[in-house]
Structures are given as C-alpha cells and as structure tokens.
C-alpha cells in the first residue's frame, strides 16, 4: 500500500511538473495598437491573432485610448511583460514610451515597432510612410495638370515620425521644397497655406478643412494623413459647395473610406499599406525569438500601392477593382 501510494504521488508529481514545463514553454506575444477603433489596428490584431493561433503562441493585446496616449501603453508593456510576454509588438504613441522599452529589453524581452518606428525597439515591420507620401504627392502633381498648388494639410500631429514622413514625403513627391524622411518636423513650403493637426480623425479632419478655407478659399489640393482624416475634409469642402475644385489625397488602404471613396471620387487617390502582413511578421518573429534567443533587427519594407481610380502618366498605380481584394476594414 505504501509502495502503491509513492508510486501514484511520483506519477503526480510528474505529471505536475510537465504541465509547469509545457506552461513555461509557451510563447506568450503582446500586442500593443495606438487605438482599438481605427480600422487598420483592428485588422492589424486580427491578423495577430490569427497567426499567434496558427503558431500555437498566445497573444495578449491591449491599446491606447486615443493617439498619442503613450500613459496607457506604457502600463500595457509592463503587464503583458508581468504575464510572461518574452516579445512585444507595438505601435508607438510617442517617445514616452522609450524607457519602458529599453527597461524591458533589459528583462531579456524583444520589442518590435509595427507601422510606427520608436527609438530603442530592436527592429521595425512597417510601411515605407515617405514612399507613401511620395505617391500620392506625384499623383496630385499630375491630377493639377500643370495648374500652381495651393495645397491644406491635414496632418496627424507634431512631432509624430509617421506623420512627418507621409507630410514630407507628399511634399517631395510633389516636387516641392520638403524635409527628409529622417525628419520628424513638417515642412511648409510658400505653396502649403495652411497645416492642421487632425490627430488621423474625421471629425478633427472636418474642423481642420473648415478652418483652412477660412484662411484660404482658393485651395486646390489637400494631403490628408490617413483617409477618415481626408474623408472629413471632403465634407468640409462639400459644405462650402468646392468639392469638385480640390484633388484630395489619402494613406492607408481601408475598404469604405479608402478604396470605395477612391471609387467614389471622393479621394483622388491614396497609398494602401498592409496592416495583416506587419502582424503576422511581427508573431513570426515572436515565435522565433522563443525558440533561439535572436532578436530581429533592422527594418523591414511590409509594402505600399498607389490606388487610383483614374490612372496618370509616369506614376504607377492599382485600380480600385484590384485593390478591393486587398483592402482592409469594412
């Protein structure tokens, strides 16, 4: 009976300490968004919790309130990293959040930037946002078919490297006097008349249009962030009865405010990046990393299309048929 009882605590005990082992060997990723509203971070999770789940990795997800809230993802970084995350991927708020990042690294956990490069992260899985500016600049360079610029803003906000990039980078592809893409100030050229920080929202895209006609009622061209950004200045110039006077550019590659406003002629154009692809890199990394200790590195293009619904000359781009199939958001 004793022998029997040993016997049977041995195989507990054993069968115990092989589910700690199999506990501690899972692959625990964060994912951390700037917001869990916009559609693209709403893709950008899905397509995390769809590769974690193909890997057998378990994914935790959290996100700020708004843009620009580091508060929140800052406090996300340190739980996930308390819940046995070994790898965080995350799209940076602002640079508040570098000495969580660099105080984690030290704890052996790897941090990858998604869509939004942040000083310290070991490696960076993104679209080439000055590329994108750069699109849609020489997109509304041919669409003025010679005619001077008079170009509104809608910017994201100061100091922010993704809204630098994509400003400045529309500036250059225009062929206008812009900063490079290291910069993470907005350039203004004499042909920019009036710049607003729509923080990437409709309703703040709409206030900002409003405001620019004030200062100005001969605009011709608008950049817009991101494309509810440019969705809301389209109302604004509706309202004032100019929306067919103004060529209206926009980034990112949503179905309804991106390529079906395309489609509509709501949006001249805009650069489509591909939020699905920067998760799944972002977990395959993460699983990676659990497996041989090597932390990623350097950058990595995740890609940018053109759509347009009526094609220039010298300016490559998809139609918004082809670009329907690889939209993202409802």
């Given at each position: 009976m004793k022998k029997s009882t040993t016997l049977a605590l041995t195989a507990i005990a054993f069968a115990a300490s092989a589910a700690s082992s199999a506990f501690a060997a899972e692959t625990v990723i964060g994912l951390i968004t700037k917001t869990?509203?916009?559609?693209?971070?709403?893709?950008?999770?899905?397509?995390a919790e769809a590769a974690a789940k193909k890997a057998g990795a378990k994914l935790l997800s959290a996100a700020g309130k708004q843009d620009g809230d580091t508060a929140s993802q800052?406090?996300?970084?340190?739980?996930?990293?308390?819940?046995?995350?070994?790898?965080?991927?995350?799209?940076?708020?602002?640079?508040?959040?570098?000495?969580?990042?660099?105080?984690?690294?030290?704890?052996?956990?790897?941090?990858?930037?998604l869509d939004s490069p942040v000083d310290g992260a070991d490696a960076l899985f993104a679209t080439n946002n000055y590329k994108a500016g750069e699109l849609i600049g020489a997109y509304a360079k041919a669409a003025l078919k010679g005619k001077a610029p008079i170009i509104a803003t809608m910017d994201l906000f100061p100091g922010h490297p993704v809204g630098a990039q994509r400003h400045n980078g529309f500036?250059?592809?225009?062929?206008?006097?812009?900063?490079?893409?290291?910069?993470?100030?907005?350039?203004?050229?004499?042909?920019?008349?009036?710049m607003a920080d729509s923080f990437g929202d409709a309703a703040k895209g709409q206030t900002g249009m409003e405001n620019c006609l004030?200062?100005?009622?001969?605009?011709?061209?608008?950049?817009?962030?991101?494309?509810?950004?440019?969705?809301?200045?389209?109302?604004?110039?509706?309202?004032a009865g100019?929306?067919?006077?103004?060529?209206i550019l926009g980034v990112d590659g949503m179905c309804s405010n991106?390529?079906?406003?395309?489609?509509?002629?709501?949006?001249?154009?805009?650069?489509?990046?591909?939020?699905?692809?920067?998760?799944?890199?972002?977990?395959?990394?993460?699983?990676?990393?659990?497996?041989?200790?090597?932390?990623?590195?350097g950058y990595t293009d995740t890609g940018v299309d053109l759509v347009a619904a009526k094609p220039v000359a010298g300016v490559k781009s998809?139609?918004?048929?082809?670009?329907?199939?690889?939209?993202?958001?409802?």
């Open positions: 869990d509203s916009n559609p693209f971070f709403v893709k950008m999770k899905e397509g800052i406090s996300a970084m340190e739980n996930m990293v308390g819940a046995g995350a070994k790898t965080i991927l995350i799209t940076s708020s602002g640079d508040a959040i570098i000495p969580t990042i660099k105080k984690i690294q030290a704890q052996g956990v790897q941090v990858i930037a500036l250059a592809g225009y062929g206008l006097k812009s900063l490079d893409a290291k910069s993470n100030e907005l350039a203004q050229p004499a042909e920019v008349v009036c004030q200062k100005n009622p001969n605009i011709n061209v608008v950049y817009a962030i991101n494309e509810p950004a440019a969705a809301g200045a389209y109302k604004a110039l509706k309202a100019k929306e067919k006077d103004v060529v991106g390529v079906r406003n395309v489609e509509k002629g709501v949006i001249a154009a805009t650069s489509m990046q591909y939020p699905l692809k920067m998760a799944a890199m972002g977990v395959a990394a993460g699983v990676q990393y659990a497996k041989d200790g090597k932390r990623q590195s998809i139609d918004t048929k082809q670009a329907l199939t690889q939209c993202w958001g409802d």
